[in-house]
């Protein structure tokens, strides 16, 4: 085949490029409104991100195929991807600076060095997988959430437009040579393309129904899950300039699009099904609004197309920039320096979408073709100047270590710690350990050794030992339960090198002891209840000395005081049936408003550096007695232990005593803590045992 013939073709396959709809540009505002509305006051997902995704697909994929379909086919894929990159990531990094730069302020200061690091992974368009392999989620209550959060769908975009330029325009480059050497005809290449990118859709679509939940965090995330809502988006873009729908249906699809989407994020929960078949909702009623606009007009496309709404779908990108950073800075701003609000109210929520859309006026006007900025030539070296300082410094936070106070070299002296509350004198203008940026690594040794079950993958038993080495005839006291029986380990360590017996752990993280139906209907997952299962079996088949456990938690339903779950009675009824002897020791308080949201102590004294203002009162967290006593006591063979005193007083229980951090985070000790702990724990624990004689 000639030259001229395979032009010929070209021409014929590629066709002419479909005209640009308004409509579709005020449909874009539409969903980017729809995603600030939802995340300022409802706090669910609202399916405009999705839909965002889609149209952009519509956009790229029909070009791509044009690129290679035409007289003069693409054949270097990296100047558009340079272009495409560009185009998305100048007001990016340019929001991620003015947002550093907001965070220093407003942001605790224990949160700077993790701030400057999502920063990095935002500026180089991968925070979706740090968030998904870090397992965050928007709705996730124990973090301060990252200013960069919403910024995981840049990165996805970004992804998935580097794979489908270079994809396309190489599968193209190589699809012409195979016709010009004849293997097939030129009519070919277009549904080959469409073809292979009709099977990427399915493969993406079937991974994220089928084997993304099985990790649904990473799965919303994932960039393959994502893919196939863009390509659907560009498939039904080749589809559409072909399609003519009559007026009457024009005008049912419109109203009925425009109802699904906006629809969408009150009666599906996104966070736990999208991007599986529950997203075909918001998906569905795009496409039904696009269905409105083919082959004429209907009443929602000369909505959509009236100026503000088409002005609306030019600044929808930076205004999806913008509102996340400034709703995330007028709630740490409140929570942490002024008083504290639990949901933005109608007003505070109108401020913050007009200074959204004011910004995002601004930043289009500015970064626009016909701008003054981009008329001197200087925006693209500006803004990579100052993100390339702004990654350097990231860097170096990251690679910088937190700085522990080992327990060799604390002066206990100066920071008693629990010994404080027993009339030890405390040392007055002594900074207190360990310090706000290390006290959520200031963790038991199991960490560091690896000595725990995740709860990510199985239910096996990890099994460490700790104390005296393990030796026939020796004693051995199996501490077993979630991370809250672990933290007593560095205490429970010393206690057995000093008192010559082994500290066994059988830990899991997120997954107390249970045994029972109750635990069945209370296990967090499937994996837990097997755990706790198998820890069951290990007591009984083992039948260490002692069992150290937790015996009590908060109230449910976000209740005061603590309580006896029935899951852990059965486990002390079942210990006490067998013969083997349990220490219950008291949960701590933990730090908790009335409507279950948990405070990380860490950030409260970054700012107020008020012990008391940061902590709990004790009545919210604790019950007049240790409710242990009447559910657990008469049983044989256990011993409660309760040490709520050496952090709590008549009042109040505050996140430091005696110079020293009581808390990690909002519901576990600081190891330093733990080990000030230990002469009142030695204590208890040998009353309670009989192994060893009390000393004090």
């Known amino acids: 085949m000639s030259t001229d013939t395979v032009s010929t073709a070209h021409r014929r396959a590629a066709g002419t490029s479909a005209p640009r709809r308004s409509d579709i540009e005020g449909l874009r505002g539409v969903a980017i409104m729809l995603v600030v509305i939802f995340h300022i006051w409802v706090g669910t997902v609202s399916g405009g991100v999705d839909a965002f995704l889609f149209i952009s697909g519509f956009f790229l994929i029909p070009s791509l195929l044009r690129a290679q379909l035409g007289t003069d086919p693409v054949n270097n894929p990296l100047p558009r991807v340079w272009r495409v990159l560009k185009r998305l990531w100048i007001p990016m990094a340019a929001t991620v600076a003015v947002t550093v730069l907001a965070t220093w302020f407003i942001y605790p200061s224990s949160r700077r060095a993790e701030t400057l690091i999502d920063a990095l992974w935002s500026d180089l368009f991968v925070e979706n997988w740090a968030l998904g392999l870090a397992g965050d989620t928007y709705a996730d209550a124990t973090s301060l959430p990252s200013p960069f959060q919403h910024l995981w769908s840049l990165a996805v975009q970004a992804q998935v437009f580097i794979v489908l330029i270079g994809g396309l325009t190489l599968a193209g480059l190589a699809l012409r040579r195979a016709a010009a050497r004849g293997l097939f005809s030129v009519g070919a290449i277009r549904p080959i393309l469409v073809t292979v990118l009709v099977a990427g859709t399915l493969a993406s679509f079937g991974w994220a129904t089928f084997a993304g939940p099985a990790n649904q965090t990473l799965n919303y995330y994932n960039t393959f899950s994502r893919f196939w809502e863009i390509a659907l988006g560009g498939l039904v873009g080749l589809v559409l300039t072909k399609l003519a729908v009559a007026p009457w249906a024009r005008q049912l699809a419109g109203v009925v699009g425009l109802a699904m989407l906006v629809a969408t994020g009150l009666v599906v929960d996104g966070a736990t099904s999208f991007p599986g078949p529950a997203a075909l909702l918001p998906l569905g009623g795009t496409v039904l609004v696009f269905l409105a606009g083919a082959g004429g007009t209907s009443v929602t496309t000369r909505a959509l197309s009236a100026r503000p709404m088409v002005y609306l779908g030019a600044i929808a990108y930076p205004l999806y920039l913008w509102h996340w950073p400034l709703l995330m800075m007028f709630l740490v701003y409140r929570n942490y320096h002024g008083t504290p609000v639990h949901h933005v109210n109608l007003l505070d929520g109108l401020a913050i979408v007009a200074v959204s859309l004011l910004l995002a006026a601004l930043s289009n006007f500015l970064l626009k073709a016909d701008s003054p900025i981009r008329r001197l030539r200087a925006r693209t070296p500006v803004v990579l100047t100052a993100t390339v300082a702004a990654l350097i410094v990231a860097v170096q936070a990251w690679l910088v270590p937190v700085q522990m106070a080992s327990a060799d070299s604390i002066d206990w002296r100066l920071h008693p710690g629990a010994a404080a509350t027993a009339g030890e004198p405390t040392p007055a203008g002594v900074e207190f350990l360990p310090q706000v940026e290390a006290s959520r690594a200031d963790l038991p040794q199991t960490a560091a050794d690896g000595c725990f079950n995740d709860g990510q993958k199985t239910a096996d038993l990890v099994i460490c030992d700790y104390g005296a080495p393990r030796e026939p005839g020796r004693k051995v006291l199996s501490l077993i339960g979630g991370s809250h029986a672990e933290h ?24 107390s002891m249970g045994s029972g139906p109750a635990a069945d209907e209370a296990a967090t997952s499937d994996r837990c209840r097997d755990w706790q299962r198998n820890a069951m079996d290990h007591l009984l088949t083992t039948r260490p000395d002692a069992v150290f456990t937790n015996s009590t938690r908060p109230a449910a339903e976000f209740g005061t005081g603590d309580q006896v779950p029935a899951r852990y009675i059965d486990v002390f009824v079942r210990l006490a049936d067998a013969g083997i002897p349990v220490v219950g020791v008291r949960d701590l308080p933990w730090l908790m408003t009335p409507d279950g949201e948990k405070r990380e102590p860490f950030d409260c004294m970054a700012v107020r550096d008020d012990p008391v203002a940061c902590g709990v009162q004790r009545s919210l967290s604790l019950s007049p007695e240790d409710p242990a006593v009447a559910a657990l006591g ?15 007083g008549p009042d109040d229980c505050p996140v430091v005593v005696g110079n020293v951090l009581v808390y990690r985070d909002a519901h576990h000790f600081t190891k330093t803590f733990v080990l000030t702990m230990k002469p009142f724990i030695e204590r208890d624990l040998g009353e309670a045992l009989g192994w060893f004689p009390d000393r004090h």
Do not use: K, Q
Not at 497 to 511: L, Q, R, Y
């Open 488 to 511: 007593f380990l560095p205490a429970l360590d010393a206690i057995g090198a000093e008192h010559d017996f082994t500290v066994e752990t059988v830990v899991m993280a997120g997954c």
């Open 634 to 648: 008469d049983l044989p063979g256990v011993s409660l232990l309760d040490f709520s005193d050496l952090h709590c």
